[in-house]
T-cell receptor, first 116, second 111 residues
Framework: DAGVIQSPRHEVTEMGQEVTLRCKPI?????LFWYRQTMMRGLELLIY????????DSGMPEDRFSAKMPNASFSTLKIQPSEPRDSAVYFC??????????????FGPGTRLLVL | GDSVTQMEGPVTLSEEAFLTINCTYT??????LFWYVQYPGEGLQLLLK?????DKGSNKGFEATYRKETTSFHLEKGSVQVSDSAVYFC??????????FGTGTRLTVIP
């Protein structure tokens, strides 16, 4: 199994630029989660999808953040415009809601974002 | 609301010492409980879990017992190694599919 794939692994951009983070969940997993991790705030759930439908986006910090899941094998998290306070590690995770243990989330390696 | 409170770190131990990281929870219903581990530069990995009261989860020498009477799920290991140095997260899941994570406890094991 390939595991959860995220790209890019590192991103350095300037304030005001658009940033797009990508995630490919594990095949057969029907839930997908986006997290943000910082030293100050720890691990925060931004949004999660079940069967490609956003279920809870209450963690999305503001309108500058948007997430999509056009199909079962791909999701994006977009920040437009980016700000220095968005600098963090962004993780994607996937899990099953049926046909297997629930709650076992599999995390990708993360995208380390630095906004200058 | 549902939440997890875990022991603040950092925790520094000598190799072969006994480890306990405390975790207590607040939840409606009957949650499943998890410990995840994050090694430097990596994403979180599931370490162990328990889905009902009195269950014991175990993996790689780590153990945790689901204690409903004390609403706790403390992580223990009898003899830590340098390779156990990581951040450990306690988490719970109730009816929905998402997890509520604690703030994480950083463990450093010195030779």
């Amino acid at each position: 199994d390939a595991g959860v794939i995220q790209s890019p692994r590192h991103e350095v951009t300037e304030m005001g630029q658009e940033v797009t983070l990508r995630c490919k969940p594990i095949s057969g997993h029907n839930s997908l989660f986006w997290y943000r991790q910082t030293m100050m705030r720890g691990l925060e759930l931004l949004i999660y999808f079940n069967n490609n439908v956003p279920i809870d986006d209450s963690g999305m910090p503001e309108d500058r953040f948007s997430a999509k899941m056009p199909n079962a094998s791909f999701s994006t998290l977009k920040i437009q415009p980016s700000e220095p306070r968005d600098s963090a590690v962004y993780f994607c995770a996937s899990s099953r809601t049926s046909g297997g243990p629930r709650g076992d989330q599999y995390f990708g390696p993360g995208t380390r974002l630095l906004v200058l | 609301g549902d939440s997890v409170t875990q022991m603040e770190g950092p925790v520094t131990l000598s190799e072969e010492a006994f480890l306990t990281i405390n975790c207590t929870y607040t939840a409606t219903g009957y949650p499943s409980l998890f410990w995840y581990v994050q090694y430097p530069g990596e994403g979180l990995q599931l370490l162990l879990k328990a889905t009902k009261a009195d269950d014991k989860g175990s993996n790689k020498g780590f153990e945790a017992t689901y204690r409903k009477e004390t609403t706790s799920f403390h992580l223990e290991k009898g003899s830590v190694q340098v390779s156990d140095s990581a951040v450990y997260f306690c988490a719970l899941q109730t009816g929905a599919n998402n997890l509520f994570f604690g703030t994480g406890t950083r463990l450093t094991v010195i030779p």
